[in-house]
Every structure is written in structure tokens, then in C-alpha cells.
């Protein structure tokens, strides 16, 4: 592990941010612009292995985001790099697919228990924007209910900023708020007969709040709602799949959408994004026209492939349950340790650590920088993502930098409060 | 190259579809769909090297498609190859970008003249919906001047089916005619002051019709109307960027867009597409939110630097032109040797040959398939590409396929009219 960084080792990113900002608009665009985070992110990075980033100063990182979520099994999983290695060596994009998409697409439909065909993209955008469309297609309706909050992707129909998008590009989308069933029986009346999709976020991962799994009773009425109605229900997994249930997020509440998007962990990193649906949508998945460039390359299939059958076999996703159950654990201890209001939300793979009363997050920033100082890269509004290269060892170092990162988040607590200090 | 293919040998191809069928909605989708094209092309590959694409039986093809554009130094080229694999061994995706995302900002700046800046993300599509939102952000106007039959992409604003699409998402789009200046200025009237953009290929490359170059008139037309209105120009050099002129489609022209959409050759057919701006622009492109999940992957960006580099460092630009001259001069020829009335248009390294009077292509299906049937991948209705790797010899291997091929057309076409046989 890398010393902490003195600011005179900072050179090498303020100088690329530097020239970024000549060249890029606001020298970064999108989720890993670190101006959205306190001062003292690092901006670039040099390399990554196993659960474990460089920047470009050469520092060390356990790395709390894997990519924001794309890596699942550990940057540069051998087993995946193998089979993306060996594809690459025969072709990657060609004039039409390689076999391995028809294997890709068949271990796709026996893995995901509701999907009886797959489409391939490159961007959850692309993923949820063909799930919208399709669900149009096949139900020759316009509304679509979207939850409050709930971030879908960054298309002109979701994007959370409206620099740019009319009025009309959001003309059919009608809102609910999540877990509230009234809101969502409200919404769906509002838009009648004209009901073609009803989209949700694989749990309420909503960034700057805590995060909420969905409840049992809201599930079910989602599936009530949706049939009633002759919607499709549409969920949005491109976060969370292949992290909380290798059949998709919600298996365990036996519910199952007709539609569902997916990118991020489905091939470790390599780009890819996949829709999947029931029969039922099966032909208006075949009228709508969506495609693109690279959509077919053969490379981040085979990287797919190896990465969903290593999912399977390993039972990488119980390791990271097991790893976030620890971390969890521990960080609750750490907190009453140093009476701090610590909360911690999300699924244990996929969590999220704030204070309470803590809306300027200077409490969750203090405690980020701390942490990041201490070798261990977290957010602080965003959920945070597990892999199943965090071992053991990995979380208890985390625990280590945690610890530090409270003590002195504590101290700053009680300087806050000289009462409470002297006492 | 691999004899003409018997139909029994067709089995692994058929039987890929037939599995693909059960579990990708008709088998495939989008632009690599061979349902498109006439009984007899293969869906699958199996590699792909320099020029040259074998399927899934084993059959060798000399590929005029290039992937449908992104291959432009050739498949597998090694010095690309090289560079991304130099950047796969530290790291693709991380969480944040590599410095070879500013290094490739500063390339594509430096190369292209309009550009003050740049922006990375992953499908063309991606990049020409960007273009709309940053101008319209910049405007704070909505209007968008489309030319009728202009393929932008397979989002729901520009997709060519219009399945699952509503009205509104095309409320503000309006048409003009390619080339046609009188029908661009009554677009810019109707559009008013309400006018952002004015959207137009690089040429008129259309399917199933013959392309066109843009009229020097027209092309300056484009810039006067968008200066006089405060629109902005948007120059969509997905399909051609890097294939006619390093510096992008219009330089020639002396035209240059205000923004500008960039994929398929940046990165000689790994995953990235751009878009480029002028400092107008440059405020806008900040506010708007764009991003996903693989869009500052550090591979196709090391290949992307390696690309430009190469095409500016080989006049590989001059050679495919050399190379299509030498192609368009053979056919030529022989349509007249064979009395054929072949029509071929486009730029010479991004051709489309068609027959006049053929409109439900019953010549050009005959055509495309016997040159497949003599090692030739051709395109019946869509232009082709050629790369830096189609060498001298390539393209004479090529004319010997097409002379054979329109020698069988010929003798078609005599059937079909007895007394002209008979002569």
C-alpha cells in the first residue's frame, strides 16, 4: 500500500486535469467526474488488478467501486481475459456475429428464469431504451411510469439533467414514488388504457439517500398492476444484475418482469448491454429497429460467457454477500465504537454509507477522503459495489482504513460540539 | 480461398440460425440481419484477418463491408492491436478514466480543424443524440432539420422504424431533401426562430438508392442558413469520418459544423464514438449529462490513438482511394465488356454499385451473390468500405470475382430478353 500522498505528489493528475480542460468540456463529462466528489479524488487512473486500483501518481486502492459496477469478478479475471484473449485472436467485430452469440444468448435464457430471448447493446441506456420500445411495440401504447429519482440511464426520456431535452421527450412518462403502492395505483389510472410499461429499478438505489429494497407487497402489486393493465413490467437490473441473484434482482420476491435491462457486470468490464422478455414481447422485439456499430462484436460475448458461467460455478455472488455481510458487520461496530449515527443501506454487495443529519455531507466527505487517504477508494452519495475479488483479507484492510476514517471523523464531531468534547 | 460452397456444407451457418431463432427474437436484429439480404449470405463468422472474414463453415471472403465501416486499417491490424493490448495489461475499465483519454482528446483536436473539444462515448447512435441535446442546450431552441431518407442512428428520434416510437418523439424534427437547397431553406423558415440544428450526413449515403456527394452550393448553403439563423451545423460523419478526409467528410468543402458525430473507423473496430465541438458549443456539451457505463474504457481509446496516428502517418486515406479508383475503373470496364448498365456511386472507397432499372434488385442480388459464391463479400443495397489492408492484389482478386459474376448476370439478363440473345 502506497503512503498516504503528499499534495506535492498530486502532480501527475492536476496535470492531466489540466490539459483535460482545454480538450473535454469541463474537463470530464458523466458518473466518473470526480467534481461531482469532494477535492482529493483522483481523476485518472494508471491500472487496476483483482479488487485493487493505481492512480496516476501511483497510489494504492481497495477499490469500494469496481468501475461504478461493471466489474464483478476482479479487474483482469483470468479466466474471463482467457476467453476474451482467445475470441480476440479469431475476430471481435466482423461483418456479422461469431457463434459465440448464439451461446451467449442461449446461456442467457437458461440462466435468467423469466427471459425466453435476448437482444445485445453496448449501454444500459441503450438496454432500457429498447425495453420502453418494445414494450410500445407490443402494447400500441405510449405511457410508461417511472419512479421518482430513479435513474434509468442518460437518453433525452431519463437523463437526470433537462439541459437540452424538450418537453416532449418526456411527454408519455408518468412518475410513482418507489415502494408506495397508492402512487403507483394513481399513476397507472392517470395513464388508463394508454399503459404500456411500468419500469423499476431493481431496488431504490437512488444516489443521496438511503437506499431501499423494494418491499414484497410492492413487487407483488407491480406484477398486479402491470397485468391488470396489459403492461409490460420492465425491470431495470443494469445496476444490480448478476450481483444480488444470478437470475436477476428479483427472484427472491418471485416476481418476474416481461422486460428487463442489463449491462454493467455482464461480461466484467468488456461492453455490453442485453435486454431480455418473455414471449410475449418477442415479436414486437423483433419490429422494433435498434442497433449499432460495435453491437456484435464478438469479444465482450466471449468475455460474457465466461464471466456468467463464473458467477455460476463459483458462487461468486454468496462471496460478496459474505464480504459486504462482513464489512457491514464491522463498519456497525466501528460506528458505536466511535458513537458516530453511521447508516448503512443498500444490499450488503451494494452499499451505500452516510451519516445521519448529515445533508451537506460533510461528515460522509470527511469520512471519504479519510478513507481514501487510508488506501481505500468509496463514495459517498453513490452505492458502492463488491466483487468477488474483495476476500478476507481485502475487507479487513478496508476495516482497518474505516476505523482511522471514524476516529478522526469523531474527533471533527466533537470539535463541532464542545459541549459533548468536554465532557 | 476456399471453393465455392456447396449447399451441403451450408450446415453449421443454418444450424447457428436455427438455434439462434429460439432465443434472439427472428434470430437477429439490426443492420448485421442477412434476412435483409438475399438467400445465401452467411449469418456467422469465425475469424476475421487483414481483408479477409471466413464464416462459420470455413468459406473465405475478401470483405468490401469492413464490420459495415469500423475496420479501416484492416482486421486484427497489429500496430492497433498492439496499443490496445499494451493498455488491456494495466487496465481497461477502472473507475475513472487512463491518461490515454486526454492524450486522445488532444489527438482528435489536433486532427480534426473544428474541434475545440471532444467527447467520448460508445455507439454512433450515442453520439449524433448528443449532438441534438448539446445544441438544443446551446440554442435553448428545439427545431431539428433532418434530409429525408438520412440514416442518424437507432434511436427512437431517428430510427427507421418507426415501431414502438411515439409522436412526440419526433415532435421537432423536420425534413429537408438532401442537396436540395430551396427545400433546406423552407425547412429553416418553418423552423423559425425555434431553429437548433440542422443535421446532415457527410454524403447522401442512403440504402437502396444512389449516393451523392453534397453539392459545393448546397454544402455552403448549410453553413450560411445555420450562421443566419444561430443554429448550429451537425455534421454526422458516423458512417464516413476517417475514410475521405482526416480531418472529417466536409474539409474539402471548406464547410466546417459546429458539432460533429464520430464512430464506426475512430478505433479501427473497437467500441468508441465521439463527438467534436467548437467552443460556441463547448458550455453547453458541459451541461448536459452524457454518459455510460463503458464510456471511458481505456482500450478502444489507446487503439483509437493508435488508429489516427497510423491513418495520419501512412496516407492509408490516399491508398483506399487509390484502391477504390482501381476497383470503380475494373467494374467500370467490365460492365461495359459484359453490356451491363452497372451504376456505381459513393466515393470510390466507400462504394455502392447498382444496376439502373433494377429496383426489386433482381440483377444486383444475382451479382452480389455470385461474387459471394467467388470469395467476395458484397453489399447489394448498402455502400461498401474499403481499408488500408485491401491491397493491389486484393482488389484485382476482387475483379476477378466481379467479372465472373457479371458474366452470369449478363447471361441472365439475355435469358430474360430472348430477341436481344438471339441478336
Redesign the interface.
Known sequence: MAPHATPGSLAPDEA?RA??R?????G?????N?ARLPPGY????????GCR?WD?QGTEYI?L???????VLG??DPDVEAAAAEQRG??????????C??EL??L??ETIPHA????FA?????AM?AC???????TQR?KVLVARGSYHG????C???L????A??R??ILHYDYNDIASLERAADEAGRDLAAVLVTAFRHDVKRPQEAPTPAFAQAMRRICDAAGAALVLDD?RAGFRLHIGGSWEPYGVRPDLCGW??AIAN???L?AVT?NDRF????????????????AV?MAAAIATIKKLRATGAIATMEAMGRRLREGLEQQARAHDLPLRQTGPVQMPLIMFDDDQDFTLGHRFVLEALQRGV?MHPWHNMFLSAAHQVADIDRVLEATDGALRQVAASVDRRHPAKAAQ
Open positions: 492531466l490539459r483535460a482545454k480538450v473535454i468540456p469541463g470530464m463529462w458523466g458518473h466518473m470526480v483522483p481523476q485518472f487512473f494508471r491500472s487496476a488488478r486500483l496516476v477499490d467501486m469496481c468501475g461504478y459496477g461493471p466489474m479487474y483482469g479469431r475476430g471481435d467485430l466482423m461483418t456479422g456475429p461469431a457463434a452469440q448464439v444468448a442461449e442467457v435464457v425466453d430471448w435476448v437482444l453496448k449501454n444500459g441506456s441503450d431504451t420502453v420500445t418494445i414494450a410500445r411495440a407490443g405510449r442518460a437518453a433525452p426520456w437523463t437526470p439533467s439541459a437540452g431535452v424538450t416532449e421527450d411527454a408519455h443494469v449491462s454493467k468490464g468488456h461492453p448491454a422478455g418477442r415479436e414486437a422485439a423483433q419490429q422494433v429497429y435498434v442497433t449499432g456499430s460495435f453491437w456484435c462484436s465482450p477508494y
